[in-house]
């Protein structure tokens, strides 16, 4: 649940000595968290494009820091594209396993991870205070099938992770962009599509929220044109909200505010094969 319309701010600090960084008392050039999550993971090892995310400041708490010093080498990913990694490996089971894509501070996917446990999820974020909220909701509630990715979501698809690897994607209420020349930066896109198509199973799901309504309308006619997918709601349309996502701070009061939220629900189909002829 990432990339909402509101970002906090930094609460106000006493300057930092002379040769410090302003925060945790870094040294110059002193990564932030040193066993944590890298700060540009990929680096400059691939083309620079139009990018869906913003990498967000904001303060991380002494919990939030503590989860990313001593979890994250254990339980975090850092998207380097260097490697095909092994889910399998990565989760020390052979769970199916489903991709969220930005996911604010964890607490949805926690609870969703929490009521299925048969199922792994993988998710993905750049903003830190959310990766180090998010490990220390896990170790509390005793979760073994999270795992937080650190870095840029494309790169984890197209570099990182092996064809029909994913039994799901869950996009949900990614940063909508609205301005009219910033519609490029939107993540549900052609391009996009066919390339989660390429990781997903046969039959897995894509299911995205936003409660912004017209970036839920271009949601539905880009999927909806999609070869690679169908609707599985009966007739097309918005889906219900499933039960199985959580109503989550943010989104209750954005229906108290008269917000209309809807859920999409596409499943990847399979093709089927032409037949040889001779």
């Not at 399998?88 to 991870?113: C, H, K, N, S």
């Not at 998710?123 to 998010?134: C, I, R, S």
């Not at 499933?242 to 701070?249: A, E, Q, S, V, W």
């Not at 596409?266 to 037949?275: D, I, M, N, P």
Request: proline share 10%; glycine share 10%; aromatic share 6%.
């Amino acid at each position: 649940m990432s990339d909402f319309h509101h970002t906090p701010e930094a609460e106000a600090a006493p300057p930092p000595a002379a040769g410090t960084s302003p925060r945790h008392g870094r040294a110059k050039g002193e990564p932030r968290f040193p066993d944590g999550p890298k700060a540009d993971p990929a680096g400059s090892h691939f083309e620079r494009r139009i990018r869906s995310f913003q990498p967000r400041r904001s303060r991380v708490t002494a919990g939030q820091a503590d989860a990313l010093q001593r979890l994250w080498p254990g339980w975090g990913l850092d998207i380097d594209g260097q490697r095909v990694i092994d889910l399998a490996e990565l989760f020390g089971d052979a769970r199916p396993v489903v991709l969220e894509i930005g996911f604010g501070m964890g607490e949805a996917t926690a609870q969703m991870a929490a009521a299925d446990p048969d199922t792994n999820i993988l998710a993905v974020d750049v903003h830190t205070p959310g990766q180090g909220n998010l490990l220390a909701l896990a170790e509390r509630a005793g979760l073994s099938n999270i795992r937080v990715a650190n870095g840029d979501a494309i790169i984890l698809l197209r570099e990182m992770l092996a064809p029909g690897s994913l039994a799901g994607l869950r996009v949900y209420f990614p940063d909508p962009w609205p301005k009219k020349r910033h519609h490029k930066r939107r993540l549900i896109q052609p391009e996009f599509l066919s390339l989660a198509a390429t990781r997903l199973a046969p039959g897995a799901v894509v299911h995205c929220a936003t409660d912004w309504e017209p970036y839920a309308e271009q949601m539905l006619d880009v999927l909806t044109a999609h070869p690679d997918f169908e609707n599985t709601v009966p007739g097309g349309g918005f889906a219900p909200r499933p039960d199985h996502r959580p109503l989550t701070r943010f989104e209750g009061q954005g229906l108290d505010k008269g917000h209309v939220v809807n859920d999409l629900l596409f499943r990847r189909v399979q093709h089927k094969e032409l037949s040889p002829t001779g």
